[in-house]
């Protein structure tokens, strides 16, 4: 007794490694994370490296279809009329959202019950599988099919996101999850860049690429092949990932307490999750953040879909008459500036301004970019190159920015126990989202092709206008009373 009275201060302080001691369970792959974390004081390069890689390969399929889309159901032969295509592409666009919004939930769950780690195997094993077999398409309800189960057994989103926090020590964190947003934003960009360059390649590189070779029976093969090659690779990667989530089997009683009792100190949302997934369905600063981030996601893939048909679609349409390579130049050059935005200008961005303001900026400064649209079919040569690739540099990195944004308020609105269930339910909605926006954009486009002499938003002036609609409704969620913020600000 003399001892501990005379040593409280040396009491504690060796008190404090039985204690960390007891956090630890031997057989738990979490717990090894976590005395990694205590141990190593650095960022996870390595982890996150391999993590960036996955979820750019998860992510190259989702939109990579676009610049050969149109040229893709018109050699399906299932459009009567060429102001049709636009029609039946928003269906093949909206299938793998459809697909993601039934099954992202249960991924979701499968992650927090399971692993993370099984969920982006899967998801790895699905784009392999699937993507190549789309690219294989011979029929319209080919493509239609295998992009919708592409989609079903898509569940990373929603675990990687928890994962990149779980990996780091909390000083780290946002800065994870900024680069893994990022690189599924650069992901969104590359895959059509990849989609415009290498479709049709026994017609654009007939020195390579014969006429009656697969390529040239199947001439959106190669990139689909591309894609599923690469992520290959990202499947390798993924054994040198360690799994996050805590899974203990043994000495649960006081373990268990221990970390009770620091979870109900350290985590301010621990109370606000007590009642396990249906709590999510309270928190409103989460399903908020939710709201305005579906509503930007579905402005965003009806742009990215609109975009596409835009510019290859023919100029007595109001398009541009691109080829698919030249959109997917124009993509192109969009990742590379957009990846060199993400690591200079972004970080200072985001230090420096408070993240719902830097959304609402971003809102009102595409209502003008998106309104200029129309106008380029009027400008030629380099003029137009130029414009062209300004505006979609400046539209995609804030896409990005807005995905980045929203996707760091809503992990820090709940714990680590319901993450990949709340990004599981955040990709369910904004899925749903994404699946009505390819195809009424698409409906919308085919419409506007039709009035083109119209006295009121002629041709392709509606399908802008009717995107601009969308970014106001955003920007107007992102008030009181629709938006709740944190009572605590993470920033």
């Given at each position: 007794m003399g001892d501990d009275a005379s040593g409280g201060g040396g009491g504690a302080g060796a008190s404090e490694p039985l204690l960390k001691r007891a956090r630890y369970h031997p057989n738990c792959p979490g717990c090894r994370v976590d005395r990694r974390k205590e141990e190593r004081e650095g960022f996870p390069f390595t982890e996150i490296s391999c993590l960036w890689l996955v979820t750019i390969c998860s992510s190259l399929p989702i939109q990579s279809l676009f610049p050969f889309l149109y040229f893709m159901i018109r050699d399906l032969h299932v459009a009567k009329e060429e102001e049709d295509i636009g029609f039946y592409a928003g269906f093949v666009g909206a299938s793998y959202m459809l697909g993601r919004a039934l099954t992202s939930v249960i991924w979701g769950v499968v992650a927090d019950k399971h692993g993370r780690k099984p969920v982006l195997v899967i998801t790895l094993v699905s784009v392999i599988i699937f993507n190549t077999l789309f690219g294989l398409s011979s029929s319209y309800w080919m493509a239609l099919t295998t992009r919708g189960l592409l989609g079903l057994l898509s569940g990373m989103l929603g675990p990687v996101k928890a994962y990149a926090t779980e990996v780091c020590r909390k000083e780290h964190g946002h800065l994870a999850l900024s680069l893994i947003t990022s690189s599924r934003g650069i992901g969104l960009i590359v895959g059509p860049a990849i989609g415009g360059y290498l479709a049709q390649p026994a017609d654009k590189y007939p020195n390579i690429f014969s006429v009656n070779s697969i390529f040239g029976r199947?001439?959106?093969?190669?990139?689909?092949?591309?894609?599923?090659?690469?992520?290959?690779?990202?499947?390798?990667?993924?054994?040198?990932?360690?799994?996050?989530?805590?899974?203990?089997?043994?000495?649960?009683?006081?373990?268990?307490?221990?970390?009770?009792?620091?979870?109900?100190?350290?985590?301010?949302?621990?109370?606000?999750?007590?009642?396990?997934?249906?709590?999510?369905?309270?928190?409103?600063?989460?399903?908020?953040?939710?709201?305005?981030?579906?509503?930007?996601?579905?402005?965003?893939?009806?742009?990215?879909?609109?975009?596409?048909?835009?510019?290859?679609?023919?100029?007595?349409?109001?398009?541009?008459?691109?080829?698919?390579?030249?959109?997917?130049?124009?993509?192109?050059?969009?990742?590379?500036?957009?990846?060199?935005?993400?690591?200079?200008?972004?970080?200072?961005?985001?230090?420096?301004?408070?993240?719902?303001?830097?959304?609402?900026?971003?809102?009102?400064?595409?209502?003008?970019?998106?309104?200029?649209?129309?106008?380029?079919?009027?400008?030629?040569?380099?003029?137009l190159q130029l414009a062209v690739n300004c505006?979609?540099?400046?539209?995609?990195?804030?896409?990005?920015?807005?995905?980045?944004?929203?996707?760091?308020?809503?992990?820090?609105?709940?714990?680590?126990?319901?993450?990949?269930?709340?990004?599981?339910?955040?990709?369910?909605?904004?899925?749903?989202?994404?699946?009505?926006?390819?195809?009424?954009?698409?409906?919308?486009?085919?419409?506007?092709?039709?009035?083109?002499?119209?006295?009121?938003?002629?041709?392709?002036?509606?399908?802008?206008?009717?995107?601009?609609?969308?970014?106001?409704?955003?920007?107007?969620?992102?008030?009181?009373?629709?938006?709740?913020?944190?009572?605590?600000?993470?920033?």
């Open positions: 199947f001439p959106y093969f190669l990139p689909c092949l591309c894609i599923s090659l690469l992520s290959v690779a990202a499947l390798i990667a993924c054994f040198w990932l360690p799994e996050t989530l805590h899974k203990h089997t043994e000495d649960t009683l006081l373990n268990n307490s221990v970390e009770d009792v620091e979870e109900s100190l350290s985590d301010t949302n621990a109370e606000q999750n007590a009642g396990g997934c249906l709590s999510l369905f309270t928190n409103w600063p989460l399903l908020s953040a939710i709201t305005v981030y579906c509503i930007f996601s579905l402005q965003d893939l009806a742009y990215a879909e609109v975009f596409s048909l835009w510019a290859v679609s023919d100029r007595k349409y109001g398009g541009l008459s691109f080829s698919s390579q030249d959109v997917g130049s124009v993509l192109s050059i969009s990742g590379l500036l957009l990846l060199i935005y993400q690591i200079l200008i972004y970080p200072s961005v985001a230090k420096s301004i408070d993240p719902i303001t830097l959304v609402r900026a971003i809102a009102v400064l595409s209502i003008p970019l998106l309104a200029s649209y129309p106008f380029m079919p009027a400008l030629s040569g380099f003029i505006a979609s540099f400046l539209k995609n990195s804030f896409a990005v920015t807005t995905m980045t944004v929203f996707s760091i308020l809503m992990n820090d609105s709940v714990s680590q126990d319901l993450r990949a269930s709340a990004n599981g339910l955040s990709i369910t909605l904004m899925s749903i989202s994404k699946t009505i926006a390819p195809a009424v954009a698409g409906v919308i486009f085919s419409w506007a092709q039709k009035r083109q002499t119209a006295p009121f938003l002629p041709g392709d002036h509606l399908v802008f206008f009717m995107l601009n609609v969308f970014t106001v409704i955003g920007l107007t969620f992102t008030f009181r009373p629709f938006y709740a913020r944190k009572g605590r600000t993470e920033h």
